[in-house]
């Protein structure tokens, strides 16, 4: 009886052990997706403010170029708004280069989550063929 007594505990110490270890993991790869959630949430963020403003600068630009066109040089105006367009087109696809850049070569989201479970699923993997052999 003594032996059943310390086998049942072994067993039940070792299940709230497995429980145990379990949990933590579940946590941890929780806190990991959260992070990650977050930083995603912080480039999106980014992403759009940047488009903003460049959308911003654009339409600014457009006003400006009229007010300026209609005061100055209204005989040239023609030549002068050909050139202004030119100038803030090309800031407005400069700042849309650098969005799409930094898109493009943005790390997939919850790559290190990913990751952690690739791991997580090559250890219990190997783990199985071990005890199966």
Not at 45 to 62: G, Q
Not at 64 to 76: E, G, I, K, S, T
Not at 92 to 116: M, Q, W, Y
Request: glycine fraction near 10%.
């Amino acid at each position: 009886m003594a032996q059943e007594t310390g086998s049942t505990r072994g067993i039940g110490g070792a299940l709230r052990q497995v429980l145990g270890s379990l949990t933590e993991g579940v946590r941890y790869r929780g806190e990991l997706f959260a992070l990650e959630l977050t930083e995603e949430k912080n480039s999106l963020i980014s992403h759009l403010v940047l488009a903003m403003a460049a959308l911003f600068s654009l339409f600014l630009s457009f006003l400006c170029l009229n007010v300026l066109l209609l005061v100055l040089f209204w005989d040239q105006r023609a030549i002068l708004a050909t050139v202004l367009m030119l100038i803030y087109m090309l800031m407005a696809a400069g700042l849309g280069l650098i969005i799409r850049h930094r898109i493009k070569n943005a790390p997939k989201p919850f790559d290190t989550t990913l990751e952690v479970l690739r791991k997580d699923q090559e250890t219990l993997t190997r783990g199985g063929n071990d005890y199966g052999d």
